[in-house]
């Protein structure tokens, strides 16, 4: 996680919202990472989860990730959850929570519908101060 947190300074310093992501392979070792570029790329699916996702499975050379976990700072929203959900990731640990557009159970609770073919573990509240703070700032700096 606290990679993680170093990527999503990385898009705090890009001035996109501070929200970075690891992928990390049933071995221990680190296999896409990501954070969030939206604003620095000007795509709307330049989540931090989807980056390194997509990573992850370059690296791989398939798109199953049956036995990794995903660290993320925040909360994900409905698209990266789907996308989490899609991949086959084993465990998802995030951060600080999202009352406005969490999918990991604040809003909706995308990846443990048992609806869907998958539902990863999940670990919630991980360095949740450290990531809740970075958010903070970033808002407070827009908002002024």
Known sequence: MERAL??????LADG?????????????????????????DGDPTG???IVALREAAAVRGEWRMGDCTLF???????????AIVQARVAHLVFGAWDEKAGAVGSLWDVVRDRRLNHRP????????????????????????
């Open 16 to 40: 996109d919202v501070p929200v970075g992501a690891v992928v990390v392979d049933g071995g221990g070792n680190v296999i896409g990472t990501g954070r969030n570029t939206r604003e620095r």
């Open 72 to 82: 993320v700072t925040l909360e994900p929203c409905t698209m990266c959850a789907g």
């Open 47 to 49: 989540h931090a989860e």
């Open 121 to 144: 573990e999940v670990t919630s509240g991980v360095l949740a101060d450290e990531s809740t703070e970075l958010l903070r700032a970033f808002f407070r700096d827009h908002r002024m």
């Open 6 to 11: 170093g990527l999503a300074r990385q898009a």
